[in-house]
């Protein structure tokens, strides 16, 4: 990414295994955020996204692959959204989930959570890891997205929380535990 203009310094709280399923939890600031989580984390996973992104040329020939498109306005969407994000965790295949839904327009503020990635490594045993991007909205605004500029992309990608203990009941508990490890993170860098 340095021939872009932006550097990527990435701090890992423990090493993750590549060939383990992980449900992956950024907080979302930009547009920058999927490419550069593509250079972060290891092994293979898929990202669940809005379906409006392979609208945007620029955007969309990168979410032309993109493996778990939502519409965000049809139940039905959504839902077979979450059964495919199941069924790639069943068969060992990691997602990548924004808990916020999509970029707030209070960055770098968090927004609520949704459910979803909560509910899913609950009812899959699968660990969520918390990710704090610090930096990229800086970089790349999310109103002004061709307008970017060169900076250093700070992110922190958190110890996984195994989900194992967790039942049905403490989906809103997971979701304060990774709320509040980014919001941490976040007043601790600064922003």
Same mark, same amino acid.
């Given at each position: 990414?340095?021939?872009?203009?932006?550097?990527?310094?990435?701090?890992?709280?423990?090493?993750?295994?590549?060939?383990?399923?992980?449900?992956?939890?950024?907080?979302?600031?930009?547009?920058?955020?999927?490419?550069?989580?593509?250079?972060?984390?290891?092994?293979?996973?898929?990202?669940?996204?809005?379906?409006?992104?392979?609208?945007? @040329?620029?955007?969309?020939?990168? @979410?032309?692959?993109?493996?778990?498109?939502?519409?965000?306005?049809?139940?039905?969407?959504?839902?077979?959204?979450?059964?495919?994000?199941?069924?790639?965790?069943?068969?060992?295949?990691?997602?990548?989930?924004?808990?916020?839904?999509?970029?707030?327009?209070?960055?770098?503020?968090?927004?609520?959570?949704?459910?979803?990635?909560?509910?899913?490594?609950?009812?899959?045993?699968?660990?969520?890891?918390?990710?704090?991007?610090?930096?990229?909205?800086?970089?790349?605004?999310?109103?002004?997205?061709?307008?970017?500029?060169?900076?250093?992309?700070?992110?922190?990608?958190?110890?996984?929380?195994?989900?194992?203990?967790?039942?049905?009941?403490?989906?809103?508990?997971?979701?304060?535990?990774?709320?509040?490890?980014?919001?941490?993170?976040?007043?601790?860098?600064?922003?």
């Amino acid at each position: 990414m340095i021939s872009s203009g932006v550097i990527v310094k990435v701090i890992y709280e423990t090493k993750l295994d590549p060939d383990k399923p992980y449900i992956y939890c950024p907080n979302h600031t930009s547009y920058l955020d999927v490419p550069l989580l593509r250079v972060v984390l290891p092994g293979y996973y898929h990202y669940m996204g809005k379906v409006e992104l392979l609208k945007n @040329f620029f955007f969309g020939i990168f @979410f032309r692959t993109m493996d778990i498109p939502v519409d965000r306005s049809s139940i039905m969407s959504a839902h077979r959204a979450f059964v495919r994000a199941g069924e790639d965790l069943d068969k060992g295949v990691g997602v990548v989930m924004f808990p916020e839904g999509s970029i707030t327009d209070d960055v770098p503020n968090l927004s609520e959570f949704k459910p979803g990635p909560f509910r899913l490594a609950i009812k899959h045993n699968v660990p969520i890891v918390p990710i704090t991007i610090i930096d990229n909205w800086k970089i790349m605004p999310d109103n002004k997205p061709l307008q970017g500029r060169p900076g250093v992309s700070r992110i922190i990608v958190h110890e996984p929380i195994d989900c194992t203990e967790f039942g049905k009941d403490d989906i809103e508990r997971l979701s304060d535990m990774v709320y509040n490890k980014l919001n941490d993170t976040l007043k601790r860098y600064g922003n």
